[in-house]
């Protein structure tokens, strides 16, 4: 995975709450599938931290699957809709390192080339959120927990699993003006880290935030340019930190291209997001690439055409 803090990972992924983030769906229950894929290298002369070795030359490569049920209840809470979210990821990164230079939990000074990959599960990830409407504008206010799973593979160089407790909470809003076609969306967020006990690792804190601007070009098909960045405001520690005051931080811009197709009277958003880390500090940098289907499991659909999906999926005008 990439981004800052311990192993370069965070529960936040640049793009993922970006596009139509701000909109809630209708009451009932809907399913989503993303696919992400991320391909970067740290550049030479800086080093990075992995299940408690520390390493130069790193090239890090994600394939990884996350399976989301969403249920928005009836229930509201000042005038918006209460709903609540579960996630499971699924994947094989895969990490190489050119050099391994210390590895005290091993008793290990220097090393050559390394390499670990495996198909693993990661740690579930729950969110609650309330969701508001007012004409052209939407916006949702929320909490997403990571949660230790034992999955963790100690003295391990790839995870999927973060082994520590990680909290976020988050605001998104969109406006979209179905006469124009025009949707302008945005998320930010505030991400709490824990300690990693089994190498005694605690990452720093951060702040995050996504911009989308969205031209839909017919009802169901529309394109758009995103923006991100991720940045860490209190450094790592530990005992088992041993890289000092580490702190990451990344931006990347890119595009996404959406569009709803009807399957069996069922309205199917599939949208897909590519993004280049251009700015980076103590992270590898990389290609990010995303690609969604979510669908509603017999809910009605949205006033005004739009399919009644996830939060994460496309609006219609």
Do not use: C
Request: proline residues 6%; charged residues 15%.
């Amino acid at each position: 995975m990439a981004h800052a803090t311990e192993s370069g990972a965070s529960l936040y992924l640049p793009g993922f709450r970006s596009a139509t983030s701000g909109i809630t769906p209708p009451p009932g229950f809907y399913f989503e599938a993303d696919g992400y894929s991320y391909s970067g290298r740290l550049s030479a002369g800086k080093t990075t931290q992995l299940g408690g070795a520390v390493l130069a030359n790193v090239k890090v490569q994600a394939r990884a699957g996350f399976l989301t049920a969403t249920w928005v209840t009836p229930a509201e809470i000042l005038g918006g809709n209460l709903g609540f979210a579960a996630s499971l990821p699924l994947g094989d990164p895969r990490v190489s390192a050119g050099a391994l230079v210390a590895a005290p939990r091993f008793g290990r000074v220097l090393g050559g080339k390394m390499r670990d990959s495996d198909f693993l599960a990661g740690d579930p990830i729950l969110t609650s959120f309330i969701g508001w409407h007012k004409g052209n504008f939407h916006w949702q206010i929320g909490a997403a927990a990571s949660i230790p799973s034992g999955s963790y593979r100690d003295d391990a160089l790839s995870n999927l699993s973060f082994n520590r407790l990680i909290g976020d909470l988050y605001v998104a809003a969109t406006w979209l003006d179905p006469k124009i076609g025009l949707e302008v969306s945005g998320s930010a967020g505030y991400e709490m880290n824990g300690r990693n006990y089994a190498t005694q690792y605690t990452s720093g804190n951060a702040i995050h935030a996504d911009l989308a601007v969205s031209q839909y070009l017919t009802k169901d098909l529309s394109i758009g340019f995103l923006a991100a960045h991720y940045q860490q405001v209190t450094r790592d520690s530990g005992t088992g930190n041993h890289l000092g005051s580490y702190r990451g931080r990344v931006t990347a811009i890119g595009g996404t291209i959406a569009y709803t197709l009807n399957v069996a009277g069922v309205p199917v958003s599939t949208r897909l997001k590519v993004l280049r880390e251009v700015k980076v500090e103590n992270r590898p940098r990389g290609t990010i690439a995303l690609l969604t289907i979510a669908l509603p499991l017999g809910a009605p659909a949205a006033p005004g055409g739009a399919p009644a999906a996830t939060p994460a999926a496309m609006h219609d005008d």
